[in-house]
């Protein structure tokens, strides 16, 4: 007896499906680059960029960076490349998707790290007491066990390819579900994030702009939010439709 896998290729889905298919994905492309562009934007444009030590200011505006890249950009793409290169060997597309998360790991740990170290450098500091801290914990802790789960179950057990071969498989629906929740938990911790962050420096003291009268950063925070719900509407929908999926089936002879 032996094991036969077959994918759906390219090719062998309707021409109607790709061609919805390839503009959600430019759309999510764009939504992708776009939040990671406005918050670098904003950052350079009206917070003077950012600083690994000295300055809490520009250490927080470190951490939007690299909270978005990580959680936004570096995971949307992971997400998104079992759906975007169907014709390579799965193997190579999971050394991608396994890169990219170890990328968007590197991003969320310096960003961690960024905000510690701003919050440290004022009197009598106090840490994650707000909302937003709460939720990106969790966000950051199921990433993490994501990250472990998926790195045992879908790399190192394939040492023992025909064995664990149906195992793997039934375990690939629970690994895209919490996915979707854990990119979804992380757009909720980076919009209570960017809501904190606007209502404090756009607080209108000392001559700051005031939020309540529509300043030009203020419009960039709004349309950075928008471009996070839209991706947790847009991706979900990518990622789940049976008409996308790159399906493997097996056969036991």
């Not at 999510?28 to 003077?48: D, K, M, P, R, T």
């Not at 990580?70 to 597309?93: D, E, Q, S, W």
Request: with cysteine; aromatic share 14%.
């Amino acid at each position: 007896m032996g094991t036969k896998k077959h994918e759906t290729t390219h090719s062998e889905i309707p021409v109607l499906v790709r061609c919805g298919f390839g503009w959600l994905t430019f759309i999510a492309e764009i939504l992708l680059a776009g939040s990671l562009g406005l918050v670098l934007f904003w950052v350079f444009n009206y917070h003077g960029g950012v600083a690994w030590s000295g300055d809490g200011s520009k250490q927080m505006n470190l951490h939007y960076v690299l909270m978005i890249a990580g959680f936004t950009f570096m995971n949307g793409h992971a997400m998104l490349v079992y759906r975007c290169f169907p014709c390579c060997k799965k193997i190579y597309t999971k050394m991608v998707h396994t890169l990219l998360f170890v990328l968007s790991i590197a991003c969320i740990a310096i960003g961690m790290y960024a905000a510690i170290d701003a919050h440290n450098d004022v009197p009598d500091p106090v840490h994650f007491y707000s909302m937003h801290s709460w939720i990106g914990l969790v966000a950051c802790g199921l990433f993490a066990l994501q990250f472990v789960f998926g790195f045992f179950t879908f790399l190192v057990l394939l040492c023992c390819d025909n064995a664990t071969a149906k195992f793997r498989q039934t375990m690939i629906p629970t690994h895209v579900t919490f996915g979707i929740v854990i990119f979804t938990v992380a757009a909720a911790a980076s919009l209570t994030g960017l809501t904190q962050s606007a209502r404090y420096r756009l607080s209108g003291k000392d001559g700051k702009p005031n939020y309540k009268n529509f300043p030009d950063q203020g419009i960039v925070l709004n349309v950075l939010a928008m471009c996070l719900i839209a991706l947790t509407i847009i991706l979900p929908y990518i990622i789940r439709n049976s008409s996308y999926r790159r399906y493997t089936t097996l056969t036991i002879n």
